[in-house]
Nanobody, 118 residues
Framework: QVQLVESGGGLVQPGGSLRLSCAAS????????MAWYRQVPGKQRDLVAR???????NYADSVKDRFTISRVSAKNTVYLQMNSLNPEDTAVYYC????????????WGQGTQVTVSS
């Protein structure tokens, strides 16, 4: 059973920072694009940031220049550094291991709540 273990969510004041972590098995981590999505109640799950096995990244326009996604192979972990947080960033954040080839599957973490409020 594939597991993506997320951590790092919580409550932060506007303008603050948080770092989310997502640990995966080596097999999954080394063969999948890793990504963070977020979802608020009643809305679809949206891509926040994505990083390929080669290190290429892309971001949602709403988080560019504030969030940074990175992956550390030695730890099989992907990180999302979130700076200058605002209330609109409040959501459940999900880690995903996205399939690269058709024979693969996409896997999801359990989600971690991020709340930005004073």
């Amino acid at each position: 059973q594939v597991q993506l273990v997320e951590s790092g969510g919580g409550l932060v004041q506007p303008g603050g920072s948080l770092r989310l972590s997502c640990a995966a098995s080596a097999t999954i981590f080394n063969s999948h694009t890793m990504a963070w999505y977020r979802q608020v109640p009643g809305k679809q799950r949206d891509l926040v940031a994505r990083i390929t096995t080669g290190g290429a990244t892309n971001y949602a326009d709403s988080v560019k220049d504030r969030f940074t996604i990175s992956r550390v192979s030695a730890k099989n972990t992907v990180y999302l550094q979130m700076n200058s947080l605002n209330p609109e960033d409040t959501a459940v954040y999900y880690c995903a291991a996205e399939r690269v080839f058709a024979y693969q599957s996409t896997y999801w973490g359990q989600g971690t709540q991020v709340t930005v409020s004073s």
